[in-house]
């Protein structure tokens, strides 16, 4: 307990900031997602494509190797000026961390969101464009809603592993929960027990969130 | 293609996709032509920034550390494969006193987050070469993941498959070897396949404790002044490397599961929606 309570000053900034990263990266992991997931769904074969070239690349490197060409290599491109992520290194490193983040997640939030459009029958869409509604009723009423029970689920796994790869940000200059054992290490501090301490953080955001997902899926995979 | 999304395109819709299809190609193309002339602006196209790749000393290292990540792969996989068959088999045991430890350890792992394992095994534990902190890591955290697949797989079998071999006589060890695990794991194999990418993917982390990787080695490649730093042409090849492995181990498990489909021995597993999903770890 003293090694948490004695640098509450490095678990505080360091949870906080995992939260931070977590949620920023899971906007922009939904949102980047959902459009390539549209990609891959859409009439135009040349943007299926384009749509399963992303997510086979991405989903086939290691999020660490995403992480090093952000962090090392990216800025050696000299596409963007350092000022415009505020000049420091730490807002930099978070900045490419974030972007690391959401490139790898969108991926995957693709698929889910990709499968679970197809888990609605075909004959779903034929019968209510029979019964003469539009592509957007269509959509909002019929197709999305069935679509998202089968997506929930799986989209908390994924964002749960989200949560979790925010530590690899350890590795490459961002401060958070997984980098505040080596800043304990500085002060002479249990190494031991400090990343047990973090490791208890994970578990108490993790499992409550896994049981969630798994009543969801149970109360919701009755649908059909 | 059908699709519930759209119907098949009239000749309008198909002037229109055409539309499409030209803007897609170009905003493609002015992205690509955005990163070659952004690659060409900052030197990366120089010669000096390729030319590691002639040394015999450079493809040799690259060699070792891509063996060394090969290392933690077959060690990790043989090892996560067997915790996962002995927690699935502890979790789906008839008494509790084995059930429920079975349980929390499986979740504990699948919780705390590979790094922060790693980092346990490293600095908390001290274990001495980062070789050993990298595949017990690798080793807790999927083998918890595995034991979850081969226990969803035991369990999605008809219970007739039991209850017939109960009925023959089976003592309970020889109906789970004898008729459950083999048809489970057949049922299975391509999820435990893209476990196994996952694994592999992982054994990038090994960077982050200095296992000496190929992620590590492309780090002291990239810094090397005489080459000109070549950051970006070696994590360009290194992300081919891994892209590759990767590939190659998503097709067997396609492979597989087209092999599976045609087979008629294998039981339809009952679906689940966004089934193929959940399996896709990241």
Redesign the interface.
Known sequence: MDVLLDNLDLYGPGFLNTVELFLISAVGSLVLGTVLAMLRVAPVPVMRAMGAAYVTIVRNTPLTLVFFFFAFAFPLLKIVDADTFGGSAASYYFSAALAALILYTAAFVCEVVRAGINTVPVGQAEASRALGLTFGQMLGSVVLPQATRAVVPPMMSTMIALLKNTTIAAGFSVFQAGSISLNLSERGENQLIGLLWVAAFFIVLVIPMTLLQRSLEKRWSIAR | M??????V?GPR?RLR?RL??IL??AV?VAGIGFVVY??A??G?FAGEKWSWIQYEKVQTDLLDALVNTLKAFAAGAVLALLFGAIFAAGQLSDHKVIRVPAMVVV??F????????I??FH???SLGAPFYSVVLGLTLYNGSVLAEVFRAGVLSLPRGQSEAAYAVGMRKTQVMNNVLLPQAVRAMLPAIISQL?VLL?????G??ITYDEL?DY??YL?SIFEFG?P??PV?IV??AV??AM??LL?WLATYLEKRNRRNKKVVELEK???E???A???
């Open positions: 059908s699709s519930v999304l759209f119907d395109p819709a996709h499409y299809a897609g190609v493609l952004r690659f602006e900052s990366q979740e504990l699948r919780a705390v987050p590979l790094v922060v394992l980092f346990v600095y908390g534990l990418v993917k992982d054994t990038a982390l960077f982050l992620l492309a780090r990239g730093r950051l970006v994590t290194v992300a891994y892209i990767c590939l998503t689940k929606p966004a193929d999903v959940v896709a770890a990241v």
